[in-house]
């Protein structure tokens, strides 16, 4: 398989990352989606190991995930609603590729994004963790919604996440060191036209990404 092909789907998925495990507050029932807002499209900007970027992501409920990121990185999701599975289509505008990829292969990749933090930026824990009530830190930049602080400490960092109930997103995620890692810009609720998650690829050079390494 060509790797280099796959380096978008890479780029397109990056997000701060948030490693954590079980604990008395539990990630999925802090940050839970229960009661959120079928449609919603929402902008954020967020640090990256390369500098900072903006995404903006479209949901239609639990079916469709659209992600456009920096303007040069397309993301469509589809799932059948409630299953953990899905099918990617990552767009590099620049390059003209079309990358077509599963759940299941972009693991076998390493990439072990999941359906929640597609759709709402923030990455279901992996490591021992415990979650607390937190405060806002210092340098919190301004929130566009109201929002309730949350401190998920780890070994050797504490992560503040300041969590929205009425939008059910992340608002704000600081780190240890006091810098952003993500901030929500803006929110919209409210139907999303169905033309907003057509895959459009014509003239794109088009890779299987899941038959190239399922033959790995």
């Known amino acids: 398989m060509t ?6 789907v890479l780029l397109a998925l990056a997000m701060p990352t948030v490693a954590a495990t079980n604990t008395a507050l539990r990630f999925d029932t802090v940050f839970t989606t229960a009661g959120e807002p079928a449609d919603v499209h929402f902008r954020a900007v967020y640090a990256g190991r390369d500098g900072q970027h903006v995404v903006d992501i479209w949901r239609d409920g639990d079916r469709r995930i659209k992600r456009v990121t920096d303007g040069l990185f397309e993301t469509y999701a589809v799932r059948a609603p409630r299953s953990p599975d899905f099918d990617l289509v990552v767009l590099d505008r620049r390059r003209k590729i079309s990358t077509r990829i599963d759940r299941t292969n972009l693991y076998r990749l390493g990439n072990f994004a999941n359906w929640f933090d597609l759709g709402h930026g923030l990455r279901q824990p992996k490591s021992a963790y415990s979650i607390v009530n937190g405060a806002a830190p210092a340098n919190a930049s301004r929130l ?3 929002c309730r602080w949350f401190d998920l400490k780890e070994v050797n960092r504490v992560t503040h996440i300041c969590w929205s109930r009425a939008s059910r997103l992340p608002i704000s995620i600081v780190g240890t060191n006091g810098v952003t890692l993500w901030r929500v810009t803006a929110i919209e609720t409210g139907p999303i036209d169905p033309a907003m998650f057509a ?5 794109f050079i088009k890779v299987d990404a899941s038959r190239d390494v399922s033959g790995d």
């Open 144 to 146: 566009v919604e109201p």
């Open 3 to 8: 790797r280099w092909l796959i380096t978008p």
């Open 199 to 203: 895959v459009s690829d014509a003239g």
